[in-house]
């Protein structure tokens, strides 16, 4: 598949800026990790954009170093990124959350 464009929505500022805290609050500068670890997952969709299992209507990228799912979607040749999620949380949860943003 040939990907022209990665958007990422909004509400993605808000859940990567979450969870950075998060883990800095674990570590200091584990958060920053944290931060360019989902950075380099989402640009890897350049080549693997499409190739991820489906969950709740959506593609999802598993985080290669932290517990956490990357949702997107494929429209033409843009791969739209709509949430980066903790898989650790109960999967009604997740599909609620996806739910609001999609809809």
Do not use: C
Request: no cysteine; glycine share 4%.
């Amino acid at each position: 598949m040939n990907i022209d464009n990665i958007v990422v929505i909004e509400e993605v500022a808000d859940d990567l800026k979450l969870a950075e805290r998060f883990y800095e609050k674990q570590s200091k500068g584990l958060g920053k990790y944290f931060k360019d670890s989902i950075i380099s997952d989402i640009e890897s969709l350049w080549l693997y954009a499409g190739i991820h299992i489906k969950v709740f209507g959506l593609y999802r990228l598993l985080s290669k170093r932290f517990p956490y799912g990357i949702y997107y979607e494929i429209k033409k040749d843009t791969v739209i990124v709509i949430a980066i999620l903790d898989l650790r949380q109960h999967p009604k949860n997740i599909l609620d959350y996806i739910s609001n943003r999609v809809n």
